[in-house]
C-alpha cells in the first residue's frame, strides 16, 4: 500500500499543477476564462464526489445531483437574503408576491454565513444519511439503488419547483447579493476567486483520497466485489456504504454552493434527471476508478461541451453523443483506462526485453502449477 | 362517485400509456439486463414515423402502425448491434451508452425534420366519446386501452407459445448451454431488441393524437417507464401490467385527492417504498436463492 | 455446555424444511466434520449458523449466547468465521489486501480510517509463510492458482482469528498433496479454534475427524466417532449404495 | 497497483496538454470598431425542450440582421452575430451568456423565451452593464435597467381580455398553468381583475412542466363546470392539453379555452381542428392586416419555408433587431456602447408588424393588444382590437410600485 501512496501523491501533485499553474496561465489570468474554468472545476468536484460511491463502492447514485443542489440552495438563501437586506422585512422579493408574510423559520439561520457553510454540507449529508440507512440497512443493491436514487431525485425536483412560496419555483433564486467572505467581497471574476475554486476542489480531493486509501476504501472495495463476504469478517457494510454516500454528499454539497457563486443563482435544473445522468456520464469519461481521473472527466466533457457547442452551433450534441457510446465502446473504464492500459503495455514491452528469461520461467511456473490443478 | 368513476377510467387510461412504453422496456432489460435510456427515443421516433407516414403517404395512425413497428425495429436492430451487443457484459454501462445514443437520435431528428413540433391527426373513427351515466370516455382512450392489453397478450404469446419465445427463455436463463444446444444467442438477443423497441414505436404513434410531437418528447417518458418495469419486477409480464395499473391509478387518484405535482411526488415516494421492500418487484419468481 | 449448541433448529423455503429440528453440541476446541449426501442440509446448517440464513424455528448459542437473531456481522464480531464452498476472496484485491480485509479485530470505521499500510510482520507474517504466499503479496487474488486462492481463503480465516471457523468443503479441487497439507493445518488448530467442516472426501475426514456427524434430510442421523460412523449401517443405508465406501 | 496511479501522473499531464493549451481554448476577441462590424449575441436553444420555440425566435432574429446587413448595415458597418446554443438549460445560458458579453465584447445579447432563462442570464448582463433583448411576453414584476422587454407585460394581456371574456362567457373561470412563476403571477392578475368585476376563479391550478397526461384535469374541469377555461400552460403542456380537451367533447361557444401563451405555433402541432374557435391574447397574430406584417411574413416565409408560421415571439424577435438599428444608428460610431444605446432606445418608435410601437422610459414596449379567435386553418382572426397603444405596467398588480426610468420607485 506504500507505493501507492506515493504514486498517489504524484498524480495529486501534477493535477494541482494543472489546476493551480498550467489553466490560469495558459488563459493569462483572463476574468471570463477563469470563471469558465472555476465552473468547469466545480462540476468536477461532482463528478469526483460520484466516482466515491460509484467507483469505490460500487454504489450507482443517478440522484447525485440532489445534494449539489441542496449546497447550492443553502448558498443562494443566504446571498438572496443578503440581497433582500433593503426590502420590508428582509423579505425576498419573490415570497412578497407569492404573499408570504413573515420569513419561514427554515430560511432564519441563513442570515449567518458560518451557519450556511456548515449546513451546505451537513444538510445534503444528512438526506443522504437517511436515505443511505433506509437503502443499505435494506440491502439493496446495483440497479435498485440507481433506481431508488433517480426516484428520489425526481421526487425532490418537484417538491423544490412546487413550493415556489420558499424556493423560487421553476426560475429558482435569482437576483444574489454577492459573497462576503471575511470582508473579503467575493469576485466570481476574479483570479482569487478561481484559487478559492481550486483550492477548494484539490481539498476535498485529499479528503477523497484519504478515505479511498485507507482501509475504509479497502473495505468498500471489497463491498463492490462481494458484500456478504465482507459482513462474515464482521464489518457493518450498511455502515460503510452509508459512509462513503455521505462522504459523496458532502464534496456534492460543497461543489453546489462553489457552482452558485459562479453563477449567480440556483435553479431547479440543478437537480434535474438530465444534470444527474451527465455526472454519471462525465464520471465514466474520466474513468470512475480514479478520483482524479473522475475529477479530469468532469472538467474536460464540459470543456469539450463548450468548445463543440462554440465550432458547430447546429448539432453539437452529435458529437457528444458519439462521445458517449465511443468511450463506453472503446474505453470502458474512461480514459484513465485507457491511459493505464497503453502505459501499461509499454511497460511490458520494456520489461519483456531485459527480464525476458525470468517471466518466462514465471509464466511457465505458474502454467504447470495451474494443470496440476485441473487434474484433481 | 361520478367523480371518481371518470378518475379510476382516467387512471386506466393512464396506465394503458405507460404499459405500453413500459413493455418494450420489460422486455430488453428483462431479457438482456440492458437499461436502456433510448427507450423514450424510440417512442419519439414512433411518432415522427407516424408523422411521416401521414403526411408524405396520407396514411392514418392505425393503418401505418405495422409499419412504423418495423421502421423503428430496424432502427432499433441498428442500434444493438452497433452498440448495444458490446456490452451484455456489463448491464451498468449501458446507461451511459444509450443515453449517447439517445442524444444522438434527437439531434438527428432534430436536423432532418426540424426542431418545431408536429401535428399527427388522431384516426376519425374513434373520435367522441362513450358516455355511460355520469362517466364520459374517450373512445380513442378505450382503444388505447383495449390495444394495450392486446399488445400484451401477444407479446405473451410470443415468449410463451413461439419457438423464437422458447429460444429467447432458453438464452435468458443460460446463454453458454443454449449455445451448446445450436441457438444463436446473439441473434435471439438482437431480435429481443428490435421487437422491444417496435412496441416502442407503436405506443409513440399511438399516443400522437394526445400530446405535442417534438425531438424531446421521450426524455418524460423513460423514467417513468423505468419506475414500471423495476416495480413489476424483471422478466415478469403480469408484474409490468400490473405496475402500469397501479402507477397510473394512483397517479389518478392521488391527482383527484390533490393536485397533480403532488400526486406525483406520493407515486414516486410509494415506488420507492415498493422497490426497498420489494425489490425483487411485485411477482417474484418463488425460487429459493 | 458445548462451545456452540443448536436446539431444535429448523429452516423451511417454501414447503421444503432444509434443516430440521436439528440439535447438536460442539466443544471448545473441537474438529467436528459434519457429513451426509447432497441435500442433507450441511450448507444450510453452515449458513443458519453464521448467519447467511435465518433460521424459521430453535435456537443458536454461542459461547451460551443466544445468537439467533444477530445479523452476520454481529456473529462475526463474536468470533464465528466462515470459509465458503466456492472460494470466495476478493479477485481484485491484492493477498496482501486481503489479509488486511480479513484482519478485522477493529472492524468499525472509525478504525479502519486510520489504517493505511499493511505491515508484514507478527501473526500475519506467519499465517503467510504457513500458506506459503509470503511472495505472493502483491498478487492480485484473482491471479493465483486454484489452491492457492483456497488457502488464501484459509490464511484469511485463521488472521481473522476466528473462535469458530466453519468450513464448507474447503479441500474441493486441491492436488493430494494440497490436501494433505490443508489436513496439517487444521490438525494444528485443533484445540485453539473450534471447527466445523463439511466434507466429502473420505480421506480427509479421516485425517483430520475426531467426531463426526452424519446428517439426512435436514436432521441427524448418527453421531460418533469416524469407525462407528462407517460401520453404523443407518448411514450406509442413507448413502444409497454405500457412497461411503466408494470414498474410502 | 503501484503503475495505475503513476499513470493517473500521465493522465493529468496529457489532458493538461489538450485542455489547457494557451489561446485556442480562449479568446476569440473582436475588436468590432476596427473592422466596422457591430458584435451582437443571439442567445436562443437550438437543442433541447425549449428549441420548438426558440428555434424560430433564432430564425428571425437573423432575418432581421440579415436584412439590415442586405441593406447597408448602420452607418456602413454590419451586424455581426454571435451565435451560441444555450440547450434549454439555465445554468448553459448563463454560460453562453457569458461568453457572448465578455468574450465576444457583444453590445448587446438577442435571447431567449422562458423567465428562467432570463434570469439566468441577469447577473451577467447586470455586471457588466450590457444590454439583453429579451423578445418574450413574461410576468412583469422586474425592472432591470439592462434589459430590453419586448414582450407582453399582464397588463397588455389582460386588461381588456379578462373582462370581455366575462361579459361574452360568463365570469366563472377556471385557471390552468404550467408550474412556473408567469402563469402564478398572470393568475393573481387575472383574479384581481375578477374580484373587481365581479367574476371568480372557480378552480386554480398548477402541473408540472412537459406534463402531457390531462385526463385528470379534464374531470375537474366538467366537474367545476366553468364559463372559461383561462390557460397559461405552454409549449408541449398546451399542445397536450387542448388535444385533449377537444377530444373530450367540449363546445367552444359554451366553454371557451382562453390562452395567454398560445400563437400559431403551438396551433400548427395541435391542429386547428382543435384550436378552433378558441382565443387567445397577444399583441400580434400572423394573420393580422398590415403592409408591415404582409412583408414580415412573405419574407420569413422565403426563407425558412411556406409552412412557417410567424407569432408574437418571433416578431418581437424580429423587431427588436430594428429597435436595435435605430438606436445605433442615432450613435456616432465612437459611442455605441450598451449604456448610449440603452439611452437612445428610449422614445424610438417602431413600425413593427403589428403596428407602431414605442420604447418607454421603464424598457419595456408600449404593445397593441388584441384578442383573437383561432380557426380551422390554424389562423387567428382578431375579434377585438385595442384602440390605443398600451403603456406597459410590469408592477400593474402592485400599488405603489412602479417601473421608470430611474428603476423601480415605490411610493
Not at chain 3, 470459509?83 to 479502519?112: C, D
Not at chain 3, 479441487?173 to 490436501?179: L, N, R
Amino acid at each position: 500500500m506504500n507505493r501507492t501512496f506515493k504514486t498517489d501523491c504524484i498524480g495529486y501533485a501534477l493535477f494541482a499543477i494543472l489546476l493551480l499553474v498550467v489553466i490560469p496561465w495558459a488563459v493569462s489570468f483572463d476574468g471570463f476564462a477563469l470563471n469558465t474554468y472555476a465552473r468547469y472545476l466545480a462540476l468536477g468536484m461532482v463528478a469526483m464526489a460520484l466516482a466515491l460511491s460509484w467507483g469505490y463502492a460500487g454504489i450507482l447514485n443517478l440522484g447525485q445531483a440532489v445534494p449539489f443542489a441542496l449546497g447550492a440552495y443553502i448558498m443562494a438563501m443566504h446571498l438572496k437574503l443578503q440581497a433582500s437586506a433593503h426590502m420590508p422585512g428582509g423579505l425576498p422579493d419573490f415570497m412578497g408576491w407569492t404573499n408570504v408574510e413573515a420569513l419561514p423559520w427554515f430560511w432564519q439561520p441563513f442570515h449567518s454565513l458560518p451557519v450556511t457553510l456548515i449546513a451546505g454540507i451537513a444538510v445534503p449529508v444528512a438526506l443522504a444519511a437517511l436515505l443511505a440507512v433506509f437503502m443499505f440497512r435494506g440491502r439493496i443493491t446495483g440497479v435498485f439503488v440507481a433506481i431508488i436514487t433517480l426516484a428520489f431525485l425526481v421526487a425532490v425536483q418537484l417538491v423544490f419547483i412546487e413550493e415556489q412560496r420558499y424556493t423560487g419555483g421553476q426560475n429558482g433564486l435569482t437576483g444574489l447579493a454577492p459573497l462576503q467572505l471575511l470582508g473579503w467581497r467575493v469576485d466570481n471574476y476574479s483570479t482569487q476567486f478561481y484559487y478559492l475554486v481550486a483550492v477548494c476542489l484539490m481539498t476535498s480531493l485529499a479528503i477523497g483520497l484519504a478515505l479511498v486509501r485507507s482501509k475504509v476504501g479497502l473495505v468498500l472495495k471489497a463491498i463492490r466485489e462481494d458484500a456478504s463476504r465482507v459482513r462474515f469478517f464482521g464489518y457493518d457494510v450498511a455502515r460503510y456504504e452509508t459512509l462513503a454516500f455521505c462522504t459523496s454528499a458532502a464534496i456534492a454539497g460543497w461543489a453546489g454552493m462553489l457552482y452558485v457563486l459562479v453563477l449567480e443563482f440556483a435553479s431547479p435544473t440543478y437537480m434535474g434527471v438530465a444534470f444527474s445522468l451527465a455526472i454519471v456520464i462525465w464520471c465514466a469519461v474520466g474513468g470512475r476508478e480514479s478520483l482524479v481521473a473522475a475529477a479530469l472527466g468532469g472538467i474536460i466533457v464540459n470543456l469539450l461541451e463548450g468548445r463543440l457547442s462554440d465550432m458547430f452551433v447546429d448539432g453539437w450534441t452529435f458529437f457528444l453523443g458519439a462521445l458517449f457510446i465511443v468511450v463506453v465502446l472503446v474505453a470502458p473504464r474512461g480514459l484513465f483506462g485507457l491511459v493505464q492500459s497503453a502505459v501499461r503495455h509499454a511497460g511490458k514491452t520494456i520489461r519483456s526485453e531485459r527480464g525476458g528469461a525470468r517471466a518466462r520461467w514465471l509464466a511457465t511456473g505458474m502454467g504447470a502449477r495451474r494443470i496440476d490443478n485441473g487434474g484433481r | 362517485m361520478d367523480a371518481f368513476l371518470n378518475q379510476a377510467f382516467a387512471g386506466l387510461s393512464m396506465a394503458s400509456i405507460l404499459l405500453m412504453v413500459a413493455l418494450g422496456l420489460a422486455i430488453i432489460y428483462g431479457a438482456m439486463g440492458v437499461i436502456n435510456l433510448a427507450h423514450g427515443e424510440f417512442v419519439m421516433l414512433g411518432a415522427y414515423s407516424a408523422w411521416l407516414l401521414q403526411t408524405s403517404l396520407g396514411l392514418g395512425i392505425l393503418v401505418a402502425l405495422p409499419i412504423v413497428f418495423l421502421m423503428v425495429a430496424l432502427v432499433g436492430l441498428l442500434v444493438e448491434r452497433g452498440v448495444v451487443r458490446w456490452l451484455y457484459h456489463r448491464p451498468l454501462d449501458t446507461i451511459l451508452a444509450t443515453w449517447g445514443v439517445a442524444i444522438l437520435l434527437q439531434q438527428l431528428v432534430r436536423s432532418v425534420i426540424g426542431s418545431e413540433s408536429r401535428y399527427v391527426a388522431g384516426p376519425t373513427i374513434l373520435d367522441g366519446n362513450l358516455v355511460l351515466g355520469g362517466v364520459v370516455m374517450s373512445n380513442y382512450r378505450i382503444f388505447l386501452i383495449f390495444f394495450s392489453l392486446a399488445v400484451v397478450a401477444a407479446t405473451w404469446f410470443l415468449l410463451k407459445r413461439s419457438e423464437f419465445g422458447t429460444k429467447l427463455r432458453a438464452v435468458i436463463q443460460n446463454k453458454e448451454i443454449s449455445e451448446c444446444y445450436g441457438i444463436r444467442a446473439d441473434r435471439v438477443y438482437a431480435l429481443a431488441f428490435a421487437y422491444g423497441a417496435g412496441l416502442a414505436g407503436m405506443a409513440g404513434a399511438l399516443i400522437t393524437p394526445l400530446v405535442s410531437v417534438t425531438p424531446s418528447m421521450g426524455t418524460y417518458l423513460v423514467v417513468d417507464a423505468f419506475l414500471v418495469v423495476i416495480v413489476g419486477g424483471v422478466g415478469s409480464l403480469l408484474g409490468t401490467v400490473a405496475a402500469a395499473g397501479m402507477v397510473g391509478e394512483a397517479t389518478a387518484m392521488f391527482s383527484m385527492l390533490m393536485n397533480d405535482t403532488i400526486g406525483r411526488i406520493a407515486v414516486l415516494l410509494a415506488i420507492i417504498f415498493l422497490i426497498r421492500f420489494k425489490p425483487m418487484g411485485l411477482f417474484p419468481d418463488k425460487v429459493r436463492r | 455446555m458445548g462451545h456452540l449448541e443448536l436446539k431444535n433448529l429448523s429452516v423451511q423455503f417454501g414447503g421444503l424444511k432444509a434443516v430440521n429440528n436439528l440439535d447438536l453440541s460442539v466443544a471448545q476446541g473441537e474438529l467436528r466434520c459434519l457429513l451426509g449426501p447432497n441435500g442433507a442440509g450441511k450448507s444450510t446448517t453452515l449458513d443458519l449458523i453464521c448467519g447467511k440464513t435465518a433460521a424459521t424455528s430453535g435456537q443458536i448459542l454461542f459461547e451460551g449466547r443466544d445468537i439467533t437473531g444477530l445479523s452476520e456481522h454481529r456473529r462475526a464480531r463474536l468470533g464465528i468465521g466462515r470459509k465458503f464452498q466456492t472460494p470466495s476472496v476478493f479477485k481484485e484485491l491484492t493477498v496482501l489486501e486481503n489479509m488486511e480485509i480479513a484482519r478485522s479485530q477493529n472492524p468499525g470505521i472509525l478504525a479502519s480510517g486510520f489504517v493505511f499500510r499493511t505491515h508484514i510482520r507478527g501473526r500475519l507474517k506467519e499465517v503467510l509463510e504457513l500458506v506459503e504466499l509470503k511472495d505472493h503479496v502483491h498478487t492480485k487474488a484473482g491471479n493465483l492458482s486454484h489452491g492457492q486462492t483456497q488457502w488464501l481463503e484459509i490464511a484469511m480465516l485463521l488472521i481473522q482469528d476466528a473462535k469458530l471457523i466453519l468450513m464448507d468443503e474447503p479441500t474441493a479441487g486441491m492436488t493430494i498433496q494440497e490436501t494433505r497439507r490443508t489436513g496439517e493445518i487444521f490438525n494444528s488448530l485443533k484445540g485453539h479454534h473450534t471447527m466445523i467442516v463439511v466434507e466429502h472426501d473420505m480421506t480427509f475426514v479421516r485425517q483430520i475427524a475426531e467426531t463426526v456427524t452424519v446428517m439426512e434430510l435436514g436432521a441427524l442421523l448418527a453421531q460418533g466417532s469416524i469407525e462407528e460412523i462407517e460401520n453404523d449401517p443407518k448411514v450406509r443405508a442413507a448413502y444409497l449404495g454405500n457412497e461411503v465406501a466408494n470414498h474410502a | 497497483m503501484k503503475r495505475r496511479d503513476f499513470l493517473k501522473g500521465v493522465a493529468v499531464a496529457g489532458a493538461a496538454g489538450v485542455v489547457g493549451f494557451p489561446g485556442i481554448w480562449t479568446q476569440r476577441k473582436a475588436a468590432w470598431a476596427a473592422n466596422g462590424e457591430i458584435p451582437v449575441g443571439i442567445l436562443f436553444s437550438l437543442t433541447g425542450a425549449v428549441a420548438v420555440v426558440e428555434r424560430t425566435l433564432h430564425d428571425a432574429a437573423l432575418m432581421a440582421i440579415e436584412e439590415i446587413n442586405d441593406n447597408g448595415g448602420i452607418h456602413g458597418m454590419r451586424l455581426r452575430p454571435y451565435i451560441e446554443d444555450p440547450a434549454s438549460d439555465p445554468a448553459t445560458y448563463a454560460d453562453r451568456a457569458r461568453r457572448l458579453v465578455l468574450r465576444d465584447n457583444c453590445i448587446s445579447v438577442f435571447g431567449s423565451y422562458t423567465s428562467a432563462s432570463r434570469q439566468a442570464v441577469l447577473p451577467v448582463v447586470e455586471g457588466r452593464d450590457n444590454l439583453y433583448w429579451y423578445p418574450t411576453l413574461y410576468e412583469g414584476r422586474e425592472c432591470s435597467r439592462n434589459v430590453m422587454y419586448g414582450g407582453a407585460v399582464p397588463n397588455q394581456q389582460q386588461q381588456e381580455f379578462v373582462p370581455w371574456l366575462a361579459e361574452n362567457f360568463g365570469g366563472r373561470f377556471y385557471l390552468i398553468g404550467n408550474n412556473y412563476v408567469y402563469p402564478r403571477e398572470e393568475n393573481n392578475v387575472c383574479k384581481m381583475i375578477l374580484n373587481q368585476i365581479g367574476g371568480e376563479a372557480v378552480h386554480e391550478e398548477y402541473v408540472p412542466m412537459g406534463h402531457s397526461d390531462f385526463s385528470s384535469v379534464i374531470n375537474r374541469i366538467r366537474q367545476a363546470n366553468p364559463d372559461v377555461i383561462f390557460c397559461t400552460l405552454v409549449g408541449d403542456s398546451d399542445v397536450a392539453f387542448q388535444r385533449q380537451f377537444h377530444a373530450a367533447g367540449f363546445d367552444p361557444e359554451q366553454l371557451p379555452v382562453a390562452s395567454l401563451t398560445r400563437s400559431e405555433v403551438e396551433v400548427k402541432a395541435m391542429g386547428g381542428e382543435a384550436a378552433a374557435g378558441h382565443f387567445s391574447s397577444a399583441p400580434y397574430f400572423m394573420a393580422h392586416d398590415s403592409p408591415e406584417n404582409a412583408r414580415f411574413v412573405e419574407a420569413y416565409q422565403r426563407k425558412y419555408g411556406s409552412d412557417q408560421v410567424t407569432h408574437f415571439v418571433s416578431e418581437a424577435a424580429y423587431f427588436q433587431i430594428y429597435q436595435f438599428k435605430a438606436a445605433v444608428e442615432q450613435l456616432a460610431p465612437s459611442d455605441i456602447t450598451a449604456t448610449n444605446i440603452r439611452a437612445a432606445a428610449v422614445g424610438q418608435t417602431f413600425m413593427a408588424p403589428q403596428g407602431e410601437i414605442l420604447i418607454d422610459e421603464n424598457l419595456h414596449t408600449h404593445l397593441w393588444p388584441k384578442v383573437a379567435q383561432w380557426d380551422r386553418s390554424g389562423q387567428a382572426k382578431v375579434v377585438l382590437e385595442s384602440q390605443q397603444r398600451i403603456a406597459p405596467e410590469p408592477y400593474w398588480a402592485y400599488e405603489g410600485q412602479r417601473c421608470t426610468g430611474e428603476g423601480l420607485v415605490t411610493s
